[in-house]
């Protein structure tokens, strides 16, 4: 039944590129105390070379266990997977290489399609082209997320049963819905992003994202919560600002009830986790703290 529903919501994403033979380039390694930092390009999807940094811990043995960081969004295009090394103005310093990587884990992270070295075209461009040839932008996105699943599972240096699927923004959407798709993602831990369709436009908020969010025919056959339930029973940690508007708390309500009963059924309650702090679109030291000890309960 869930692979059924996987496929259904795979077959949602547009017309997706054939898959691939994955190769790799690395084009330097540098030294960064704690850690290693790799810039590779990537070719994951046939169409366009991939950037991307796998930052790996330097006091710590192979096989790592992995975290796969998906950036943010913000409008802030030049970023792209910069915000894995140099933070974000709304997230905890340090950023996440070091403090990943000072607590044993690798992480990879790629511009996502219009970031950093792939922006090439202004956004809504994007969309419009990909739309005219039956692609959706945020398909696209995914498929490239998934690929980079499996660029990870080929390094001998990972441990291909330790991968954890984490972001904030953005980069919380592309975690759950990554860890929704491929059950190779052992943990999901999502930042300021858990966002319940039907809420968002019950209270007239869709303007609060940006179109590339937008997936046509997505609530014909899914809701939030029916999307996150693919995870279950696997570990999941959602973090959510009070005061966040990207985020209505109705709609979290909706989905913690309905997630907390999944997991209870599948005899995993401890494993589904959704927290709530005063704040807006941003983390917090208390949600930078709760995140990693997390991922020590769960992936380490």
């Known amino acids: 039944m869930k692979e059924n529903r996987r496929r259904q919501l795979y077959q949602l994403l547009g017309d997706l590129p054939q898959a691939t033979d994955i190769s790799a380039e690395c084009i330097r390694n540098e030294d960064k105390g704690a850690y290693t930092l790799e810039t590779l390009v990537l070719h994951l999807n046939g169409i366009e070379p991939v950037p991307a940094y796998f930052a790996r811990p330097t006091f710590a043995e192979p096989p790592f266990p992995v975290v796969l960081f998906h950036h943010s969004h913000g409008g802030k295009y030049d970023l792209g997977k910069n915000e894995l090394i140099h933070g974000n103005d709304y997230l905890q310093k340090p950023a996440y290489a070091e403090a990943l990587t000072a607590n044993g884990y690798a ?110 025919g997505l609530l014909k056959h899914f809701t939030t919560a029916q999307i996150n339930a693919l995870i279950a029973p696997r570990p999941h940690l959602s973090l959510a600002g009070l005061d966040d508007p990207l985020t209505p708390v109705r709609g979290l309500d909706r989905v913690d009830e309905e997630l907390r009963a999944i997991y209870q059924e599948l005899g995993a309650p401890q494993a589904w986790k959704l927290l709530r702090y005063p704040v807006g679109h941003r983390e917090t030291a208390d949600m930078r703290s709760d995140v990693l000890a997390f991922l020590a309960e769960w992936l380490s």
Not at 136 to 148: C, E, N, S, T
Not at 178 to 191: K, Q, Y
Not at 197 to 207: K, P, Q, Y
């Open 107 to 216: 992480v990879l992270c790629i511009d996502a399609w219009g970031f950093g070295e792939r922006k090439k075209a202004k956004e809504n461009d994007l969309i419009k082209e990909m739309l005219w040839n039956g692609q959706v932008l945020w398909g696209m996105r995914v498929y490239d997320a998934l690929r980079a699943i499996d660029y990870v599972c080929s390094r001998p240096d990972v441990a291909p049963d330790r991968i954890a699927s984490l972001g904030m923004s953005m980069g919380s959407t592309m975690a759950w819905w990554t860890a929704a798709l491929d059950e190779r993602i052992r943990v999901c831990v999502d930042i300021c992003g858990l966002t319940d369709f039907h809420t968002l436009v019950e209270e007239r908020g869709l303007d609060r994202h940006g179109f590339y969010y937008y997936v046509p």
